[in-house]
Structures are given as structure tokens and as C-alpha cells.
């Protein structure tokens, strides 16, 4: 959190304070949290903290996989340091807009009384063109911030316990790892038919250049953004339970779920048998996000939820 800390940033904050009046302020998460004594200093706005994540879970969860024991020491330690911290920030706030209700239990449970709701993130829908839709065939793909320790771990597990059963049946297919901050050692991976492609100029055009999404995710909270902006574009995905947690998806229909090494392959090696399962399951995705998860819908909730606020 003291990484985000920043006197430019606090001097520019000061200034907009100063020179506006604002009714709401939201926290974008709780790395701005160690900002709201400017804002309470400086304007009489309700503070509401938009939570992407319960933080200390996150910590909790890797723990729960780690198997030296000195590193799963040291991460309990910074678990309940978090923990105690996103506790302290509730005195400071006024409401909490989480991202899964999944969230805003966990919220709940930690003593948190005040205005809570469960908001997800929304997308914009958009027509796709048929230039858009080139597929590369028997292709699977992976696409994350790779800074952020939980899709390192998932990849990791992939990579060991998954990829080789999947190369055995299907020697054809092809594995692809994208995004940002990637770690230098999935450069020298040295397996055959997986390419770490690193960052991308445009995500969207390697989401649809690509058939089978994977998001083997093995601790995290929150809502995995990816999830829905590759539902929204039609993919079929693979995604562990935690991976899709907090998404109103379901498994065989919508979105494919898998917990196991075993499962995991055995869902992949199904979508690269059938095309017409892989196309019918990005359909229902499609269908979701634009029913549950469309901006417009999204906007409207989180307005209602501030002017609630307001009136409190």
C-alpha cells in the first residue's frame, strides 16, 4: 500500500478539492486508501471505497498453496497485516461498492455496518465484423497482468500439472501467454507449442484471434476482469471455481469449470473436439454479459447506490 504513496499525487488531489465541490468520492481500491485524510480534510463528500478485491483473502488463499514453510510464514504474516488494515480503513469510509456479493459478505463478516452493495464491473457490447472473427484453430490462450502473483501461480500450476496431458492427446494445439509485466522465465520455458507472446497492443484483437480461454486461477478475490471482456467477445473459457467467482456463470453452459488437473485438460481437450460445443458456449457468454454485465445496466445500479448514499 505505502508503494502507491505519492506527494505529486496528494498535491494534485488538494488542488481539485480546492477548486470543486463533489457530493461522492470513490476509492479505487485500497491502495488509494491512504489518501482519504486529504479528501475528509478538504471536501464533506461520502467516501466510498470501490473494492476489486478482499486483499487479505487473496493472501490467505496463496498461503493456503504454498508449500515451503518459511514463505507460507511470511505470507500469513502479510495476510493478517491486511487484514487488519482493510479493517481500520471501515471508520474512514462511508460505503463499499464491491465487485461480487461474494465480496460484500466477506465485508459484512469482517464488521463492516454501513452502506455495502455488490456491483460488478460493466462492458460495452459492441457488433463484431466478420473481419474480426479469424480464429486460429486448436489455439489456447492465457491473458493477465503477469505482476500480479495469482496468475503467475495459476500458470505455473497449468504448465506442470495440465499442458503435458493436453500435448499427449492433442499434439497439435498450441498454447499462447499474454500480458503485461511478464516474468522473464516464462520467456525461457523451453516447451513445445507454447509462445509467450508478453504484451499485446491490442487485447481485444488477441482475444478474438484466439478459440479457447484459460484462466486457471488458484487464489484471488474479486472479479476477474478478463473473464468478462472474453465472455463479451464470445470466447469459451476455462476457468477454475475461484477464477469465476462472483460471476453469475454456469459451468456447461455459459462458461466451463474445472477445480483438477484431470478436469482442467479433459474440458480443454473437449472444446478442441468440438467446434459447435465451443461456439454454443461463447454464445450463452456473449448472451450473459450482455443481460447481467452491460454498462448501461452496471451505471445505473451504481448511481442508485450513491444517491442512496447521499440521502443516508
Not at 516474468?183 to 509462445?195: A, E, I, M, R
Request: aromatic share 8%.
Amino acid at each position: 500500500i505505502e508503494r502507491f504513496i505519492s506527494i505529486d499525487f496528494t498535491k494534485k488531489l488538494q488542488l481539485i478539492l480546492e477548486e470543486n465541490s463533489f457530493d461522492i468520492v470513490i476509492i479505487e481500491s485500497l491502495f488509494v486508501t491512504p489518501y482519504i485524510p486529504t479528501i475528509k480534510a478538504l471536501s464533506k463528500a461520502k467516501i466510498v471505497l470501490r473494492a476489486h478485491n478482499v486483499e487479505h483473502k487473496i493472501w490467505e488463499r496463496i498461503s493456503l498453496n504454498t508449500k515451503n514453510p518459511i514463505k507460507k510464514r511470511y505470507i500469513n504474516l502479510l495476510a493478517k497485516r491486511l487484514m487488519k488494515y482493510e479493517i481500520k480503513v471501515f471508520d474512514q469510509i462511508d460505503g463499499i461498492a464491491a465487485m461480487t456479493s461474494v465480496d460484500e459478505n466477506s465485508f459484512k463478516e469482517l464488521g463492516f455496518t454501513k452502506n455495502t452493495k455488490a456491483i460488478p464491473t460493466g462492458y460495452m457490447i459492441k457488433s463484431l465484423s466478420p473481419s474480426q472473427l479469424k480464429v486460429e484453430e486448436n489455439s489456447i490462450f492465457h491473458i493477465a497482468s503477469m505482476d500480479w502473483l495469482p496468475n503467475v501461480e495459476g500458470i505455473n500450476w497449468f504448465l506442470e500439472k495440465v499442458w503435458g496431458e493436453i500435448q499427449i492427446s492433442h499434439p497439435n494445439s498450441k498454447l499462447y501467454l499474454a500480458g503485461r509485466e511478464m516474468p522473464d522465465t516464462f520467456y525461457n520455458l523451453g516447451l513445445k507449442n507454447v509462445t509467450t507472446v508478453g504484451k499485446v497492443k491490442s487485447a481485444k484483437a488477441f482475444y478474438l484471434s484466439k478459440k479457447i480461454m484459460i484462466v486457471p486461477v488458484l487464489s484471488g478475490s474479486g472479479m476477474r476482469i478478463k473473464i468478462i471482456e472474453g465472455m463479451a467477445l464470445g470466447k469459451v473459457i476455462i476457468s477454475t471455481s475461484i477464477g469465476a467467482e462472483g460471476i453469475k456463470c454456469a459451468s456447461g453452459i455459459n462458461i466451463l469449470i474445472a477445480d483438477t488437473p484431470k478436469d482442467f485438460a479433459k474440458a480443454i481437450c473437449k472444446c478442441l473436439e468440438s467446434p459447435e460445443f465451443c461456439e454454443k458456449i461463447g454464445e450463452n457468454a456473449r448472451n450473459l454479459i450482455a443481460t447481467e454485465y452491460s454498462n448501461d445496466k452496471i451505471s445505473k445500479k451504481m448511481i442508485t447506490f450513491f444517491e442512496e448514499l447521499k440521502l443516508s
